[in-house]
């Protein structure tokens, strides 16, 4: 069973700069999306970061310039890159990764998630 386990968050300074990395225990066949939540207590999580496979990644507005997703298909894994960091960024970061494959007239979908890693930019 693949598991996801997500490292590089910490504490940091506003203007400051962390890259969070999820790496898969196992190669993942079919992926249709890569995606990075946040979510802070009492509110709803909040997708940051998508991308699929044959097109550019999108951002929610509040990161567009700031956070860039890749991928590093030889180490399994996928990278958060987050620059001039501000306070409301504070949050516990997941990385998603979801499946789709066909056999026959069967589709066959999957979810993975990381455990979560906590991003505090404070003063």
């Known amino acids: 069973q693949v598991q996801l386990v997500e490292s590089g968050g910490g504490l940091v300074q506003p203007g400051g700069s962390l890259r969070l990395s999820c790496v898969a225990s196992?190669?993942?066949?079919?992926?249709?999306?890569i995606n990075w939540y946040r979510q802070t207590p009492g509110k709803e999580r909040e997708l940051v970061a998508a991308?699929?496979?044959?097109?550019?990644?999108t951002y929610v507005d509040s990161v567009k310039g700031r956070f860039t997703l890749s991928r590093d298909d030889a180490k399994n894994t996928v990278y958060l890159q987050m620059n001039n960091l501000k306070p409301e960024d504070t949050a516990v970061y997941y990385c998603?990764?979801?499946?789709?494959?066909?056999?026959?007239?069967?589709?066959?979908?999957?979810?993975?998630w990381g455990q979560g890693t906590q991003v505090t930019v404070s003063a």
């Open positions: 991308s699929t496979s044959g097109g550019s990644p």
């Open positions: 998603n990764i979801q499946t789709s494959s066909r056999k026959g007239w069967d589709v066959y979908s999957r979810d993975y």
């Open positions: 196992a190669k993942i066949y079919y992926i249709n999306a």
